[in-house]
Structures are given as C-alpha cells and as structure tokens.
C-alpha cells in the first residue's frame, strides 16, 4: 500500500489549498483515512478523519475551514483547506487503515503513511 500526498506549498492568512493523497495497493470496502500534521518539537496531531461507517470528524481547531473528502472511483483523499491561519503552519500527512475507524483515531490506529506535505501560512 502506497500513500502519496501533493498539493501543500505557501499561502497568505486568509488563503485556501487543497492537499490530495493518492492510495494505490489495495482494494477495499470498509476504510479509515486521515489527515494529520506535525510541528517541530509537537506530536503529530489529527486534522480529519473520515470513514466507510461514520462520515466525518475535525479537530475544534479546523472545523468550518477544512474539509476532507474521499473520491472512492479514485482513491483519492482530499483536505480542502479554506481561510487558513499561520497556526496552520505544519507539515501534513495523509494516514489510511482499511477497517472501521474506531471512536478516537489516534495516529498509532493508522498502519499506512504519506511522506508528508509542507504547509506555510504566512501573516
């Protein structure tokens, strides 16, 4: 299983991106996919989730900005990231894991992995 992210780069406070993350390797039914990021000195925290049972989950800090996506014909992952803020600054991976996202996914549930995208916001 393969994860390969792109779409990160620099934007100004107020901007938008869209992060993709293409999953090759596997078919599947039941999927858990992710986006988290990471700071220097910070554990990697979660952005996005979304799941074959459940829909959608943000992180407070992202709702009604961010929105993740999966086009399932693709196996493409999305994070639109709209009126984004220098805290968003980070880098941003993509995680997948191809059974039912548990209450509370944590990075440890996530076996497969991006490479991770750079995200700057500037003020």
């Known amino acids: 299983v393969q994860l390969v992210e792109s779409g990160g780069g620099s934007v100004e406070a107020g901007g938008s991106l869209r992060l993709s993350c293409t999953v090759s390797g596997s078919t599947y039914s039941n999927y858990c996919m992710g986006w988290f990021r990471q700071t220097p000195g910070k554990e990697r925290e979660g952005v996005a989730i979304i799941g074959s049972v459940y829909s959608t989950r943000y992180a407070d800090s992202v709702k009604g900005r961010f929105t993740i996506s999966l086009d399932n014909a693709k196996s493409i992952l999305y994070l639109q990231m709209d009126k984004l803020q220098p805290e968003d600054t980070a880098k941003y991976y993509c995680?997948?894991?191809?059974?039912?996202?548990?209450?509370?996914?944590?990075?440890?549930?996530?076996?497969?992995w991006g490479q991770g995208t750079q995200v700057t916001v500037s003020s």
């Open positions: 995680a997948a894991d191809f059974s039912v996202c548990p209450f509370i996914a944590t990075p440890a549930h996530f076996p497969y």
